[in-house]
């Protein structure tokens, strides 16, 4: 169990372009989550899968964001026509509470600057 | 809509003294979780506070909840320089689509 990864750990961008972040979980979470944080703020939620499945998207989720898991493994954040207000850190969380056990381990985060 | 306010959002510790730290939630939940975060690091796991009246102790952090006033409280004995960071609380939703809800968080800083 290496935990839950993150890459890239940071990604600057001119605004205009597409950026695509991944995060693979703890192989036996079947729930994966995506935050955004931004500076002095706690983690906003994004959305959220159960295995392939997006059950559901914030209202921050503009039409801009795309989020995969097309296997119920790996999943994907894109952003599109990047704004400089996309600028944050975007955190990856996973959990399974199938198991009963009951906690989110979040991922070292993709730190994004757009300039 | 579910909310968790923290109080206060900075704290000025002094190294050896006790302190409390508060997180409030709006609506019916029985899991809270505290998270430490260093600058620039993501989120490391402190507490999982599961039912009503537990407390939970690491070191020299105590964490409690009390359900019944959508309280938990971290408490902080004999403050050391490295517990200076940002302290995050996060409730769960309950129910099948549960995910957490963040506070803005409590930055602490330990002077000698």
């Known amino acids: 169990d290496t935990g839950v990864s993150q890459n890239p750990r940071h990604k600057i961008t001119k605004r205009g372009q597409n950026v695509t972040f991944r995060c693979d979980p703890i192989s036996e979470h079947n729930r994966l989550y995506w935050y955004r944080q931004t500076l002095g703020q706690g983690p906003e939620f994004l959305t959220y899968?159960?295995?392939?499945?997006?059950?559901?998207k914030s209202r921050l989720l503009s039409d801009r964001f795309s989020a995969e898991r097309p296997k119920g493994s790996f999943s994907t954040l894109e952003i599109q026509r990047t704004e400089q207000g996309d600028s944050a850190m975007y955190l990856c969380?996973?959990?399974?509470?199938?198991?009963?056990?009951?906690?989110?381990?979040f991922g070292s985060g993709t730190r994004l600057t757009v300039v | 809509e579910l909310k968790v306010e923290q109080n206060p959002l900075f704290l000025s510790m002094q190294e050896g003294k006790n302190y409390t730290i508060y997180c409030n939630y709006s609506?019916?939940?029985?899991?809270l979780y505290w998270y430490r975060q260093d600058p620039g690091k993501s989120l490391e796991s402190l507490f999982v506070l599961l039912s009503n009246g537990a407390v939970k102790q690491e070191g020299r952090l105590m964490a409690s909840l009390d359900t019944k006033a959508r309280l938990s409280t971290l408490h902080i004995t004999a403050a050391v320089h490295d517990l200076s960071a940002t302290y995050f609380c996060a409730v769960d939703n309950t129910g099948a689509n549960s995910k957490l809800t963040f506070g803005k968080g409590i930055t602490l800083s330990v002077r000698p």
């Open positions: 969380a996973s959990s399974s509470p199938r198991t009963g056990v009951y906690g989110y381990t």
């Open positions: 609506t019916t939940s029985d899991r």
């Open positions: 899968f159960q295995n392939e499945a997006q059950l559901e």
